[in-house]
């Protein structure tokens, strides 16, 4: 398994480069002849040295915000050139461009989306890097990339995936549901990614205290869990009275009986008009209780 991943996090996850035997060569072929050349006909691009060097510039800002200027400073082509070609990536799915979640307090968030790749292999065949996956210096972008294009796969086709980030620089934080924590136990790859870029950010991880009590059983092999409760950004909020009368609304509204789950809900709601994202194996019943309350599926 430890192979599998590793193989899909530098090289990617297109048929014919995970089964060949010289991955970097089919992928040198697949990013002239389809993406480049293809590209270049399909869409007669005018510049087609600026859309190269372009496509190199995406995948060396991965997971960034793009500022849509400043890349048309550094290819030397119009700020609408680069938004044209960004259009092109996406349609023919090679870029995803991931807007900002805006709910209330608009004027905090950033309007900027952040790019991603759509495969992991064209995008490091770009950067020209195919080192180990622990071993890359690009190694937080890079995992980055594979965990958006695992969960693009994973959500249904009507849930988009958007990025949270205040004009301060602040990112978002996140409320752990019991299948999150359960994720964390059998060491879930997007769990840890996860968890390793909040602290990055000093985001704040809440696990509501029914969530810890349906979770936790004082078993050994629950030390990563009791890590997790150790860490200075670490919040348990208890079910207090108002909290509780939350909850209770909450259930009669949804028609719904899940009392931890509510409980999951009224934490995220704590975040104001702009809801905390919720880290969840079960989408759907969270769905119910609110849907304006934004899901990251483990």
């Known amino acids: 398994m430890e192979e599998r991943l590793e193989r899909h996090l530098v090289f990617g996850g297109y048929p014919d480069v995970w089964l060949g035997d010289a991955p970097e060569v089919v992928l040198a072929g697949l990013v002239e002849a389809v993406i480049l050349r293809d590209a270049s006909d399909?869409?007669?691009?005018?510049?087609?040295?600026?859309?190269?060097?372009?496509l190199r510039l995406a995948a060396g800002q991965t997971g960034s915000l793009v500022n849509l200027s400043e890349w048309a400073s550094i290819l030397g082509i119009s700020r609408d050139t680069v938004a044209?070609?960004?259009?092109?990536?996406?349609?023919?799915?090679?870029?995803?461009?991931?807007?900002?979640?805006?709910?209330?307090r608009r004027s905090e968030?950033?309007?900027?989306p952040k790019v991603f790749f759509v495969d992991n292999g064209v995008r490091n065949h770009l950067v020209?890097?195919?080192?180990?996956?622990?071993?890359?210096?690009?190694?937080?972008?890079?995992m980055e990339n594979w965990v958006f294009g695992e969960l693009q796969k994973a959500l249904p086709l009507e849930v988009d995936i958007h990025h949270w980030r205040s004009t301060s620089k602040a990112e978002v934080d996140f409320v752990f549901d019991t299948g999150a924590l359960i994720a964390l136990e059998r060491g879930d790859r997007s769990v840890l990614v996860l968890l390793q870029r909040a602290t990055q950010t000093n985001a704040v991880i809440h696990i509501p205290s029914g969530v810890v009590?349906?979770?936790?059983?004082?078993s050994p092999r629950q030390?990563?869990?009791a890590r997790l409760l150790r860490r200075r950004h670490v919040a348990v909020p208890p079910l207090d009275a108002a909290i509780a009368r939350q909850v209770g609304v909450l259930l009669a509204d949804s028609g719904t009986a899940d009392v931890v789950d509510g409980s999951v809900i009224a934490c995220a709601r704590s975040g104001g008009d702009t809801p905390l994202t919720v880290v969840t194996s079960d989408p759907y019943d969270m769905a119910r209780l609110d849907p304006r309350v934004p899901l990251v599926i483990v």
């Open 42 to 54: 399909l869409f007669r691009i005018g510049r087609p040295d600026a859309f190269r060097r372009m």
């Open 84 to 104: 044209s070609y960004l259009e092109i990536l996406e349609a023919g799915h090679i870029v995803a461009m991931v807007p900002p979640y805006a709910g209330g």
């Open 109 to 112: 968030l950033t309007k900027t």
């Open 128 to 142: 020209h890097s195919f080192e180990p996956a622990g071993q890359r210096v690009d190694a937080g972008p890079n």
């Open 213 to 218: 009590a349906q979770a936790w059983r004082g």
């Open 223 to 225: 030390a990563p869990l």
